[in-house]
């Protein structure tokens, strides 16, 4: 029974992370594509991994610095969405702080810093299996019309 204590409304908004998270990775077929993987949600956050394949390597035999930036973005979409409700980036940046190589686990963590009305803004860092930053990405999300569960 719910009485309307915070750890009820805590519990609430960790499931409408997890249902709202799990949607938009259902539909996300770039993410998916690329192998990412939801490793953690909650309300305003999100953990996302991928790991460095032979075509996601450049010139350099280091990874695209692009993939870096689609993994970090994808973390940003899950947390900004973890709300429920339809979120989209309006803007982004990404810093690139260390080369990426084939075979290495990153894993993007995204956290919402401020949220007000219908925008917010997250940071994320992208970091290797040795716990390395290999990116720091910091993104500011709108919210448009609808929502991505229903509740």
Known sequence: MN???PGDSEARAR???RRAVGALYDGDRASRMLG???????PGAASVSMRVRADMVNGHGICHGGL??????SAFAFACNSHGDNTVAAGAAIEFLLPAREGDLLTATAHERW???RSGI?????RNQRGEAVA???GRSHQIAGRL???
């Open 36 to 42: 990412m993987k939801v490793e953690a949600c909650g």
């Open 136 to 138: 720091l990405f910091r």
């Open 68 to 73: 870096i930036f689609a993994l970090a973005d």
């Open 15 to 17: 499931l409408v992370a």
């Open 149 to 151: 569960i229903d509740e």
């Open 115 to 117: 949220r007000t009305g």
């Open 122 to 126: 997250y940071e994320i860092e992208v």
């Open 3 to 5: 009485d309307g204590s």
